[in-house]
């Protein structure tokens, strides 16, 4: 049986392909919440059994209508409940004792309202688990499954036009904005083989419905529109899953603003979450985040081809240099390298087109529309000697004309053919040659910066698809104390986890501090040491370049006094006396716990700056330390790690296997870990180290 670890995502088959459908609650009326699926499915003739259920008459929609869900003939594969909220969570219970599998709930009125609501919608999921039926919504839009024909749903979109063939599915929390993406997919000629809204997810999760696209030969490309999500271990495990099959993933989180993450809970009494922990995991599985609806069908549509370039680069093909600057600032913008072309090619290709510009964007001038035998040396020298894996041919209104536009269709075919594994793009305005385009093998794109943005993400995907699964970490054994320690017990525990203290003791009294300053040497820090006090600096809690045992004995008085000044009520436990460590860059760790992902580990710049540059990389825990360089290599102010104006390089090695250790410690404290703070954790040049200054452990 599927652990926890490995969910068995086909259960949702009864939802998505069934053989057998009870309609309770049917109209007819075919334009009616109830009576749309019926008249759906008589329309395109849907193969398997359709039974309505309606006790006052004897036929609906000219099909038999059942008196009650115990006249069914057998037990339907699924149950589609379209009644009002008081009679549903009965409809759910029949069903159940009938044998039925699987309930798609509209009915609305529960915990998208108020408490009661909740607390009604957790009484319809208990009976539905009771019985092992798999319960999607209630308050949800349904499901169709073009390819077999079932519409499951009360959705008004297919009154536009019904899915054309194609093998992108939509998952979406929203029933509204599911079969929106659907009419505009319509509008794209985009074919979605598959949609399911799970509306308040009483049951049946975003996760559940990700990992089922995941495995399912119906779908290739996966959009997703999400408010919040609820069960992370599902959701997690359908991106490993979609990131193993070579599917990407390309999501609207919204959510993002406080005003957005408070109409996310109403809509769908889902918890809006992070945005920022969020982003951290999908970046981890190589999903791709879309920002509006236009830039998420750009993806899928560029993702149709399947091409999927791992170290992505773009070459460039043009008839403007406008546009190619354009496409360069684009390119620069959406994180797609652009590298020159070899010198000897940019040479060969001069004695071509004296005037033209081969570097990379490849301006080979509007002399390839004068003279059209030059656009197959350009473009060969782009793929073949550029070796570029996407390449993007910026041709303008050029390619519309009666006069270039068949000439230059047979001259790029050919060009593809003999290249046939590039990523081939065209920006052009020729409504009338999109389709013999795209029926070549091109991706067509009017503007070049949204042509760009949709490259830049088939590279995501396929870095993420190239990926090597990284092997367990290793967790340490940990015991935390019953309540947040101090700072010496705090970097003690972190500290045989493996992230550096710097070497320190603490002093119960003031020959005790003098003693261990002269065994430490001398300059040292002195610190006030209270579990109570955590941000000593605050109250002047900290005193720097100590550099004498008079110096020692005095700097103990102030701090006491300091903090029966300051925090009268602390406990105090004495001094810390910790060496002073010089010239080393200061970084920040921490460790926050989500309500959703669990631990959450944070590496930024430290002292003050993270709090004013907010430059920081999160990463769910734990990871190894080849994980931790990368997030730590990610931040912006990394050159100053890196030796910037001929400081020495920074031991980052040694930061990253500190970081790395801080993750699995988080893991292996468990829940009872509230959060870690290491700042500032001191980088000493390569080779020397990493030591935390300072540190809290907070335990709930």
Request: glycine share 10%; with cysteine.
């Amino acid at each position: 049986m599927p652990g926890p670890s490995a969910p068995d995502f086909t259960s949702l088959d009864a939802l998505v392909r069934p053989r057998s459908i009870a309609l309770i609650g049917a109209s007819d009326d075919p334009i009616r919440i109830g009576g749309r699926p019926v008249s759906y499915m008589k329309q395109r003739g849907y193969a398997g059994q359709l039974w309505p259920v309606n006790p006052n008459r004897p036929t609906v929609q000219g099909l038999p209508a059942f008196a009650s869900i115990a006249a069914l003939p057998a037990a339907p594969d699924v149950g589609i409940v379209a009644v009002p909220a008081s009679q549903a969570i009965a409809a759910v219970d029949e069903l159940g004792k009938k044998g039925c599998r699987a309930v798609i709930m509209f009915s609305a009125g529960f915990a998208e309202m108020d408490e009661a609501g909740a607390a009604e919608q957790d009484r319809m999921t208990a009976v539905a688990k009771s019985h092992g039926i798999r319960l999607l919504g209630p308050n949800c839009l349904g499901v169709f499954n073009a390819s077999i024909e079932y519409y499951a749903t009360f959705s008004a979109s297919f009154e536009k036009g019904w899915p054309i063939p194609g093998r992108i599915g939509i998952a979406s929390q929203s029933g509204a904005y599911g079969t929106h993406l659907f009419a505009a997919s319509l509008d794209r000629g985009l074919g979605t083989a598959v949609c399911i809204t799970t509306g308040n997810e009483a049951e049946v999760a975003l996760g559940d419905v990700l990992g089922w696209m995941a495995q399912a030969p119906e779908v290739d490309v996966i959009c997703a529109y999400a408010e919040g999500i609820r069960e992370s271990a599902k959701f997690i495990a359908a991106l490993k899953l979609a990131r193993a099959n070579r599917k990407p993933v390309v999501m609207m989180k919204v959510g993002r603003s406080a005003l957005g993450g408070h109409a996310a809970k109403s809509h769908t009494a889902s918890i809006a979450g992070d945005d920022t922990v969020t982003q951290a995991v999908l970046d981890e599985f190589g999903v791709v985040r879309a920002r509006t609806t236009e830039e998420m069908l750009d993806i899928a549509y560029a993702a149709t081809k399947r091409i999927y370039p791992a170290g992505n680069t773009l070459g460039v093909l043009t008839v403007s240099g406008g546009a190619g600057v354009l496409i360069s600032d684009a390119a620069e913008a959406a994180g797609v390298a652009m590298p020159e072309m070899p010198a000897e090619t940019q040479a060969r290709l001069r004695t071509l087109v004296p005037f033209c510009a081969p570097r990379n964007p490849v301006d080979c001038t509007a002399q390839v529309t004068n003279q059209m035998d030059l656009i197959a040396p350009f473009g060969d020298a782009i793929a073949g000697e550029g070796g570029y894996p996407s390449i993007l041919a910026f041709w303008s209104q050029t390619a519309a004309g009666s006069s270039i536009g068949p000439r230059l269709l047979v001259e790029m075919s050919a060009m593809r053919a003999r290249f046939p594994d590039r990523l081939w793009v065209m920006s052009m305005l020729a409504p009338n040659r999109v389709r013999d385009y795209e029926e070549a093998g091109f991706l067509v794109f009017e503007d070049p910066s949204r042509a760009v943005n949709a490259i830049s993400a088939m590279g995501r995907f396929g870095d993420a698809f190239a990926a090597v699964e990284p092997a367990a970490v290793p967790l340490p054994r940990v015991v935390l104390p019953t309540q947040t320690p101090s700072e010496a017990v705090a970097k003690a525990l972190l500290d045989q986890a493996g992230v550096p203290a710097v070497p320190e003791h603490a002093a119960a009294d003031v020959e005790a501090a003098v003693a261990a300053a002269l065994s430490i040497g001398f300059p040292v820090v002195l610190k006030i040491l209270s579990p109570d006090i955590l941000h000593k600096s605050e109250i002047g809690g900290v005193l720097l370049d100590v550099g004498s045992a008079e110096a020692v004995r005095a700097g103990f008085a102030t701090l006491l006094q300091r903090a029966r000044q300051h925090a009268p009520s602390a406990r105090i436990e004495g001094v810390l006396v910790a060496k002073q460590i010089k010239n080393a860059v200061e970084m920040a760790f921490g460790v926050l716990q989500d309500p959703v992902f669990g631990p959450v580990a944070m590496v930024g710049l430290g002292g003050i700056f993270i709090e004013v540059l907010k430059d920081v990389a999160f990463r769910r825990c734990p990871f190894d330390a080849a994980e931790a360089e990368r997030m730590i290599r990610s931040l912006k102010g990394f050159p100053l790690l890196d030796g910037v104006r001929g400081r020495p390089k920074a031991d980052v090695a040694a930061l990253a296997k500190a970081l790395s250790a801080l993750s699995a410690f988080a893991v292996a404290a468990g829940p009872k870990l509230a959060g870690v703070d290491v700042n500032p954790m001191l980088v000493l040049p390569a080779g020397q180290g990493c030591y935390a200054a300072d540190a809290v452990v907070e335990v709930g």
